[in-house]
DNA sequence: CGTGTAGTTGATGCTCCTCAATTTTTGTGG
DNA sequence: CCACAAAAATTGAGGAGCATCAACTACACG
């Protein structure tokens, strides 16, 4: 399901080329025509649109397996770019569209990645309705996790910064919340540029993602301060 | 382009049902087997996923040329219902590939709106990406604008509260937001619970969405209040 | 004419952004 | 290999913006 992509780019019988791009390269940029379709082989990319005042939206962290290049319009509205050395597949859209006419299975799966595309945008858009800090990057984690850990280790190829940029938070914040997921003892942060992440309590990250009420969000970040009022449960000792 | 789905289902040799829906009434639930792909006929819709603790998320207004039904999982992982009395046309998403798999036309339109799903997708997260409730609604109402604008006037079919849920605020900063356009005459709010919406000024509208930097987006919400140190636009007074 | 629902508006506090200082890491050249 | 500069990450203080709670208005409907 996950290397969806990939498989059908080598099953169809159209001719796939291999791209390797350095750190910071550009696949493609907003405005130019969109010829291709991508599957990443090795490597991290993300995908972004940037805002007039040089505000960066980070639509896609790319791992290998994503496809992307499957959004129709006249003209790419995003751009992508290697966060770290990577080599992706690429086919002609027009071959593969050719292609898939005369082949059923090709075109069942041909709308399946254009799909799952969707669906994963869809899934950000939920992740950004996230109002707290907190449950964001919980989420972010977790998903990482999902796709990158290796030995129960996350190691994460992309920078606070672009973190922000992907959750529409500000560096700072990330910093604070993930030092406090530190501190709580939920996971454990190290390496260089703090950039390996070893999730220690899994079901209290997850608690957090869907609803911060029933835990006291607040304790997250100022945990110090004592809280008034509110339910008080076990997650703000420690 | 609006109306592919629409255009796409009518030109499939394929049996295409036209189901007609009473406001609140449902189309399908989360966790239903996805059987069909719809596109709207008249009236609209929304499709929506619900969260643990009574948060709702609205992914989209659904307005007629609008397909849905695209992603592809094992279950639906949101809920779609009528918010006006509507009517939708539906097509077995089996019956459309094997369609598609004979029919080269086809396939290429059914790729074609998934495609046109995901990007829309990803322009929602983009608005949510927006951190201004200023800014969210602005894109808000210049979207239903371009969507539902008759003579000028946008009738919008649902609720602050649904809006609130689309945009991920809540009603109150909703109606606070919407009064003081009105106020700065970039708007005007007439009919029944204010529905209907005139856009007197929509430079202004649009300037905006992009950046709210350049203007004082803090007088939008308190316009009395005089605000200190900052550059102070035409935008202040009135 | 009361009851219920949607919308508006005000007061208050929490969350996160902004600005800024400090520490840590990276990269460069002697 | 170390010294230095540049970049990234952390942390603190203060303030802006929105949520929350709640009061109030307007309108629909039985």
Redesign the interface.
């Known amino acids: 399901l996950i290397n969806i992509n990939r498989t059908m780019l080598k099953a169809a019988k159209v001719p796939v080329v291999e791209l390797s791009y350095g750190r910071g390269e550009t696949v493609y940029e907003r405005g130019t025509l969109p010829q291709f379709v991508y599957a990443v082989e090795k490597g991290t990319l993300y995908r972004f649109?940037s805002?007039?005042?040089k505000?960066r939206?980070i639509?896609q962290f790319l791992f290998p397996g994503d496809g992307f290049g499957?959004?129709?319009?006249r003209r790419h509205?995003d751009t992508v770019q290697a966060l770290t050395n990577a080599k992706v597949l690429a086919a002609s859209r027009d071959a593969l569209?050719?292609a898939?006419?005369?082949d059923?299975r090709l075109?069942?799966l041909?709308?399946?990645c254009?799909?799952?595309?969707?669906?994963a945008?869809?899934e950000?858009?939920?992740m950004?309705?996230a109002?707290t800090a907190t449950e964001r990057v919980a989420r972010f984690l977790l998903e990482m996790e999902a796709r990158l850990s290796t030995g129960g280790v996350i190691d994460l190829p992309m920078r606070r910064h672009q973190i922000a940029e992907h959750l529409?938070l500000t560096t700072a914040t990330i910093s604070r919340v993930i030092s406090a997921f530190g501190r709580k003892k939920i996971i454990q942060v190290r390496g260089l540029q703090q950039r390996q992440i070893v999730i220690q309590d899994k079901q209290r990250l997850q608690g957090l993602t869907?609803?911060a009420?029933d835990l006291d969000s607040a304790s997250i970040l100022k945990p110090r301060k004592n809280v008034k009022g509110r339910r008080v449960t076990g997650f703000a000792r420690d």
Chains 1, 2 share one sequence.
């Open positions: 649109r805002a007039p005042r505000r939206a639509l499957y959004e129709i319009r509205l569209l050719a898939a006419a005369s059923p075109s069942s041909l709308f399946s254009a799909a799952t595309a969707a669906t945008a869809e950000k858009a939920v950004l309705g109002k529409g869907s609803d009420f």
